[in-house]
């Protein structure tokens, strides 16, 4: 039952355009292996670093001698981050504030933050959707086999 919903969860994020099949990749790699934890921790990583990542790009983007190598280093971890969770308009985003930052627009950059700040909290919220999912998920599997 749990595994039903989580997959039906999965479809209708895919179906929003939210995800791309990055994320059942990820979940296959998991069932190949036995890291029962791997989705979870990865969802952790990923929020760990990101909100680590969206502090700091506020904190760069707000400056007035803007450091872009850094904007595109932070922008990068989310990019990569989102890729491997499936994230597609999050890295989308990343992408488009990447862009922004090697050319050193700092007017298409704060543009493109703002993308990112909407996309990344929006993704965000749907993996800590996901996280609870995946532990009921575990909880059943480990139940039937107790």
């Known amino acids: 039952m749990a595994h039903r919903r989580l997959q039906n969860y999965i479809d209708t ?6 995800m ?38 506020a904190d760069l983007l707000s400056s007035r001698n803007v450091d872009f190598a850094k904007v595109t280093r932070a922008a990068h971890l989310i990019k990569g981050g989102g890729n491997s969770l499936g994230g597609c308009r999050v890295v989308a985003a990343a992408r488009a504030l990447i862009n922004a930052s090697l050319v050193e627009d700092k007017q298409s950059c704060e543009t493109s933050y703002e993308q990112v700040v909407n996309e990344y909290y929006h993704f965000r919220d749907k993996l800590r959707t996901l996280y609870q999912m995946e532990r009921a998920v575990i909880n059943n599997e480990s139940r039937r086999r107790g």
Request: aromatic share 6%; hydrophobic share 30%.
């Open 13 to 18: 994020l895919k179906n929003e355009g939210i």
């Open 20 to 57: 791309d099949g990055e994320y059942e990749e990820s979940r296959r790699v998991q069932s190949g292996s036995n890291l029962p934890n791997f989705m979870m921790d990865l969802i952790n990583s990923f929020l760990r670093d990101g909100d680590n990542s969206m502090r700091e790009l």
